[in-house]
């Protein structure tokens, strides 16, 4: 949520369609979740804090609802739609992370075929944001009477089939463009890639560390601010696109 707004402004600064740019800025950023999510999962799994059971129950509804996005939704919709919905759904996370509401814990975790929907909806949406889908995937696991570490750690561990299903679905679903800048393999921007990746896969660990020992509850409010400042380029950039 933090890399789209700036990949679209390096885009757009090098000549890259307001449509397109935002659509390369969330492809690109989710890509990266590929090589960040390992760095980070190892991290928590070394605490033995991820809930691997319930991985494998999530993911085969994850890979289905990040096809449909990435090769079906994200590739029919426009790149202003798609910025609307991103400030939006940043927004609205941002506003969740400030008030530092969780739900109460009020059931259980459902069964297969009940995991397997939720994969759905977390794969599909993070897919057309461009996000790891721990804004979905923490609050109901929590509700599901996890525990609020490993529902973060499992979150981490979901990342992965997250990024690498949509990620294959924008090269996809892209692959047919003609006026992609160079050095783009479908929708994903490789430079971006390169360097984003390069440089998180470094601190990813250090974060899932520091996530057990600093403040949480105060950097989420400085963290939500400065989500709202993106999430109001980002509706900008939407708005004003043509």
Same mark, same amino acid.
């Given at each position: 949520?933090?890399? /789209?707004?700036?990949?679209?402004?390096?885009?757009?600064?090098?000549?890259?369609?307001?449509?397109?740019? /935002? %659509?390369? *800025?969330?492809?690109?950023?989710?890509?990266?979740?590929?090589?960040?999510?390992? &760095?980070? +999962?190892?991290?928590?799994?070394?605490?033995?804090?991820?809930? =691997?059971?319930? +991985? %494998?129950?999530?993911?085969?509804?994850?890979? +289905?609802?990040?096809?449909?996005?990435?090769?079906?939704?994200?590739?029919?919709?426009?790149? $202003?739609?798609?910025?609307?919905?991103? *400030?939006?759904?940043?927004?609205?996370?941002?506003?969740?992370?400030?008030?530092? %509401? %969780?739900?109460?814990?009020?059931?259980?975790?459902?069964?297969?075929?009940?995991?397997?929907?939720?994969?759905?909806?977390?794969?599909?949406? $993070?897919?057309?944001?461009?996000?790891?889908?721990?804004?979905? &995937?923490? @609050?109901?696991?929590? =509700?599901?009477?996890?525990?609020?570490?490993?529902?973060?750690?499992? &979150?981490? !561990?979901?990342?992965?089939?997250? !990024?690498?299903?949509?990620?294959?679905?924008?090269?996809? $679903?892209?692959?047919?463009?003609?006026?992609?800048?160079?050095? &783009?393999?479908?929708?994903? =921007?490789?430079?971006?890639?390169? +360097?984003?990746? $390069?440089?998180?896969?470094?601190?990813? @660990?250090?974060? *899932?560390?520091? *996530?057990?020992?600093?403040?949480?509850?105060?950097?989420?409010?400085?963290?939500?601010?400065?989500?709202?400042?993106?999430?109001?380029?980002?509706?900008?950039?939407?708005?004003?696109?043509?």
């Amino acid at each position: 949520m933090v890399m /789209v707004p700036f990949i679209t402004v390096i885009l757009s600064e090098r000549g890259v369609g307001g449509e397109l740019s /935002v %659509k390369m *800025a969330i492809a690109t950023s989710m890509a990266t979740i590929v090589f960040t999510s390992i &760095s980070s +999962v190892r991290a928590h799994h070394k605490r033995g804090a991820v809930r =691997w059971d319930l +991985v %494998k129950s999530f993911a085969p509804g994850i890979v +289905v609802g990040a096809a449909i996005a990435s090769m079906g939704v994200f590739a029919a919709l426009k790149g $202003s739609s798609l910025a609307l919905f991103f *400030a939006l759904f940043v927004g609205f996370s941002a506003t969740q992370m400030f008030l530092d %509401k %969780k739900p109460a814990a009020s059931r259980q975790i459902p069964g297969g075929a009940g995991l397997m929907g939720a994969g759905g909806v977390i794969g599909f949406i $993070s897919g057309l944001v461009g996000a790891g889908g721990g804004f979905i &995937s923490v @609050p109901f696991m929590t =509700w599901c009477n996890v525990a609020i570490h490993r529902a973060v750690a499992t &979150s981490a !561990a979901l990342g992965f089939p997250i !990024a690498l299903a949509n990620a294959v679905g924008y090269v996809l $679903s892209g692959s047919h463009l003609a006026d992609l800048p160079p050095y &783009s393999l479908g929708y994903i =921007w490789l430079p971006g890639l390169a +360097v984003i990746a $390069s440089c998180s896969i470094f601190t990813a @660990p250090v974060g *899932a560390s520091a *996530a057990h020992k600093l403040p949480v509850k105060r950097l989420k409010r400085v963290f939500a601010s400065i989500l709202y400042l993106l999430a109001a380029y980002m509706l900008y950039r939407g708005l004003a696109i043509r």
